[in-house]
T-cell receptor, first 113, second 113 residues
Framework: DSGVTQTPKHLITATGQRVTLRCSPR?????VYWYQQSLDQGLQFLIQ???????AKGNILERFSAQQFPDLHSELNLSSLELGDSALYFC????????????FGPGTRLTVL | GEDVEQSLFLSVREGDSSVINCTYT??????LYWYKQEPGAGLQLLTY?????DMKQDQRLTVLLNKKDKHLSLRIADTQTGDSAIYFC?????????????FGKGTKLSVKP
């Protein structure tokens, strides 16, 4: 158990809908990262937050957004969902923004029908 | 190339050594990582190596780094059935004070009794 929690574990929804994925980092970690894992693209970095502020952006679509709240939990919002958004979404956390160790949560499996 | 490359599959017998290879892309990457993903689970950080090291050993795991060839390997001694999983190689690419992890597509290790 990494100490990073993600909810829900599974999510099934329809195209065009909007969903919110939630992540709680390990106690003491200030930085949160979001990744998408799909069969064709592999594991891709989406976005990073540190202490409430966006720190780095990767291959995140404009339909996706995220935020980190004062209690350090983070939410990833996915809107206008398409079939191709079906994937495993992982959250990871680390102590600081440039810390070399990232600890991953168990993931949220999103299925778009 | 731009991608971190790994072979997709490796099959070994229980008790043998496993060697999983990876070629990364950026010679200035500071840290190289090995993560393990068991079925239905998140990514577990196994080990990492700083780019100025050639080798790191941690119990049954040995990481070798050839910086000139941008080649990283993970050797698992006395492989057990519990080692069956997907192993991801990742490099940390620096962007100013930030470092983003770029993952390979993973090597599925099957251990036969």
């Amino acid at each position: 158990d990494s100490g990073v929690t993600q909810t829900p574990k599974h999510l099934i929804t329809a195209t065009g809908q909007r969903v919110t994925l939630r992540c709680s980092p390990r106690s003491g970690d200030l930085s949160v990262y979001w990744y998408q894992q799909s069969l064709d693209q592999g594991l891709q970095f989406l976005i990073q937050y540190y202490n409430g502020e966006e720190r780095a952006k990767g291959n995140i679509l404009e339909r996706f957004s995220a935020q980190q709240f004062p209690d350090l939990h983070s939410e990833l919002n996915l809107s206008s969902l398409e079939l191709g958004d079906s994937a495993l979404y992982f959250c990871a956390s680390s102590v600081g923004p440039g810390t070399n160790e990232q600890f991953f949560g168990p993931g949220t499996r999103l299925t778009v029908l | 190339g731009e991608d971190v490359e790994q072979s997709l599959f490796l099959s070994v017998r229980e008790g043998d050594s496993s060697v999983i290879n990876c070629t990364y892309t950026d010679s200035s990457s500071t840290y190289l990582y090995w993560y393990k993903q068991e079925p239905g689970a998140g990514l577990q950080l196994l080990t990492y190596i700083f780019s100025n090291m050639d080798m790191k050993q941690d119990q049954r795991l040995t990481v070798l780094l050839n910086k000139k060839d941008k080649h990283l390997s993970l050797r698992i001694a006395d492989t057990q059935t519990g080692d069956s999983a997907i192993y991801f190689c990742a490099e940390r690419r620096e962007r100013g004070s930030q470092g983003n992890l770029i993952f390979g597509k993973g090597t599925k290790l099957s251990v036969k009794p």
